[in-house]
């Protein structure tokens, strides 16, 4: 199978209708071990372009610059015209005052490093990974505004944990008043389970016409089936190894929601995590969720979901397992 080509939001770019996450692409863990190295890396995004896959999403702190180094590798043999790469920055990458958010001074100093690394003279989407409070948002759309200008980037997007969806029409009414660039993609966290965007944050992408590409489409594995409600998780499973996320994800709420998907799952004949991300690819307004895989099989796996056609009926069953409550 090919992943089809989709509208990068309202823009004229086209991107495969799953993006590649690449978030483990020299992420050491506890114990020191790196989770993807170079080789793997690049067998990975291997797998991806071989299955039509062209949208390649990273960051300037994921594995302290590591991943953008591995995809700048494997770009250089590459036609780098041929792939749509997403970074982002506010993270520290300096012991200093400075050395972190969205102020000029880091802003300026982090893409000219992004692109060295990476190899390239541009990326196409550049996020602002979370919102910065301390700096003014004239001075960071008026910097982001210039990196387009001067060709370093051609869109800018946002990427949240928080929804905040009044911050990002400030900036983009700003950004309107001002001629800037605007925010023309937003990253939150959206899933099956976790739906706090839903209510004012979408409706302010679809009335800005800001494209969403959700990260955690799985809720961090929660979606793939591995957990069982009233069953002591796996050993190996992040529940079994951080409380945080046990405490958040394995909830009898969850684990009714996750009942819904493994019953369409059984429906069509594929995986929770397959349908997981059919849901998300049915979803008039999202463009391309986010996957990550540690092996080429699972990114296979995930791949498939492409194919998988939802009915109304079975989409509709999906949204209503968990609905966010607005006020």
Same mark, same amino acid.
């Given at each position: 199978m090919s992943l089809e080509m989709v509208?990068?939001?309202?823009?004229?770019?086209?991107?495969?209708e799953l993006?590649?996450?690449?978030?483990?692409?020299g992420r050491q863990n506890d114990t020191g071990d790196v989770e993807v190295g170079a080789a793997q890396a690049h067998s990975l995004l291997d797998a991806y372009a071989a299955a039509g896959g062209n949208f390649i999403d990273t960051a300037d702190m994921y594995g302290d610059g590591a991943s953008e180094t591995y995809i700048g590798e494997w770009l250089s043999s590459r036609d780098r015209e041929d792939f749509v790469v997403a970074s982002k920055i506010f993270w520290p990458t300096r012991d200093d005052a400075n050395g972190r958010g969205l102020n000029r001074k880091h802003l300026r100093r982090q893409i000219d490093r992004i692109l060295d690394r990476l190899r390239?003279?541009?990326?196409?989407?550049?996020?602002?990974?979370?919102?910065?409070?301390?700096t003014p948002v004239e001075e960071f759309m008026r910097t982001l505004?210039?990196?387009?200008?001067?060709?370093? *980037?051609?869109?800018l997007g946002t990427s949240t944990l928080d929804p905040n969806a009044w911050k990002v029409v400030k900036a983009n009414e700003l950004a309107d008043r001002r001629g800037y660039e605007p925010f023309r993609?937003?990253?939150?966290?959206?899933? *099956?389970?976790?739906?706090?965007?839903?209510?004012?944050?979408?409706e302010m992408c679809a009335d800005y016409d800001i494209g969403v590409i959700p990260w955690s489409p799985l809720a961090g594995g929660f979606l793939t089936g591995k957990y069982a409600r009233d069953e002591t998780p796996p050993p190996d499973s992040r529940?079994?190894?951080?409380?945080?996320f046990a405490d958040s994800y394995l909830t009898s709420e969850n684990f009714d929601a996750l009942d819904a998907v493994e019953s369409v799952a059984a429906a069509?004949?594929?995986?929770?995590?397959? *349908?997981?991300?059919?849901?998300?690819?049915?979803?008039?307004q999202v463009t391309a969720p986010v996957i990550g895989a540690r092996t080429v099989d699972q990114l296979?796996?995930?791949v498939v979901a492409a194919n998988i056609d939802l009915s109304a009926d079975q989409f509709e069953r999906l949204s209503a397992a968990k609905r966010h409550l607005s006020v």
């Open positions: 509208p990068l939001g309202r823009t004229g770019t086209k991107v495969s993006a590649f996450g690449t978030w483990r692409f390239t003279d541009y990326v196409d989407l550049l996020y602002i990974h979370r919102w910065d409070d301390d505004d210039q990196f387009v200008r001067d060709g370093k *980037v051609n869109y993609i937003a990253q939150p966290r959206y899933n *099956v389970v976790n739906r706090e965007v839903e209510g004012n944050y979408l529940a079994a190894n951080d409380q945080r069509v004949g594929a995986s929770p995590a397959q *349908v997981s991300l059919a849901w998300l690819m049915h979803h008039p296979q796996e995930n």
